[in-house]
């Protein structure tokens, strides 16, 4: 797994080249603690090149959630495929999540709430 992460005016924006699993966990939680060092709380997860993500993937964005949320912040998803969705929504987690179908809408979506 390649994670990557983007600066758009205040929002940082993961990227996830991979899985997002209990195996790849470290890294990602990594690059979201270095960002919230930073300063960073308003945080989007972009899945364009997602593979695949299970309940460990998925308790890590409700940790980051949280984690924003804590400092005033928010989390947004981006680039969900078909099977990312279905999962959300069977898992209840698409009530959860501000998803948007790309970065640009999601970053777009922070500057029209806050």
């Known amino acids: 797994m390649n994670v990557f992460c983007e600066d758009y005016d205040n929002v940082a924006v993961i990227g996830i080249d991979g899985e997002l699993s209990d195996d ?4 990602f939680r990594a690059t979201a603690e270095r ?24 308790e890590a964005l409700l940790w980051l959630q949280e984690q924003c ?17 279905q999962i959300l929504l069977m898992t209840r987690l698409d009530r959860r999540f501000d998803v948007h179908p790309g970065v640009v809408q999601a970053v777009k979506g922070f500057a029209i709430h806050g």
């Open 35 to 58: 960002r919230l060092g930073e300063g960073r709380v308003n945080f989007i997860v972009n899945f364009e090149k997602l593979s695949s993500i299970d309940s460990a993937g998925l």
């Open 24 to 27: 790849t966990l470290e890294v």
């Open 69 to 85: 949320r804590h400092r005033q912040g928010d989390l947004k998803l981006a680039g969900l495929d078909e099977t990312a969705r």
